[in-house]
């Protein structure tokens, strides 16, 4: 949740945007990057749409806290 906070949400509030940027929320725009450890990009939502998406095993279920069925960590 730190990360989350320093990355997204605090920037978002620093210029101004966090009223439709920095949180998934209702009424917001749903603007997302996926990466792994080594920040590599998997997936990017833009305004709710897929814009990318690369290397995701699409039967696995995917959460804040990693990818159910995986040891992988997102």
């Known amino acids: 949740e ?11 509030r620093a210029i101004h945007i966090a009223d439709r940027k920095g949180s998934l929320e ?6 997302l990057v996926l990466v ?3 920040i590599t990009v998997h997936l ?4 709710g749409r897929v814009a990318f998406r690369q290397n995701i095993e699409r ?5 804040s806290r990693g ?3 995986s040891s992988r960590r997102w």
Do not use: F, I, M, Y
Not at 26 to 31: C, E, I, L, R, S
Not at 44 to 47: D, L
Not at 59 to 63: D, F, K, L, P, V
């Open 2 to 12: 730190t990360l989350w906070k320093t990355s997204s949400l605090n920037p978002a």
């Open 44 to 47: 990017t939502v833009t305004e």
């Open 36 to 38: 792994d450890d080594q």
């Open 67 to 69: 990818c159910a069925g």
């Open 26 to 31: 209702a009424g917001k725009d749903a603007d």
């Open 59 to 63: 039967r696995h279920t995917w959460t």
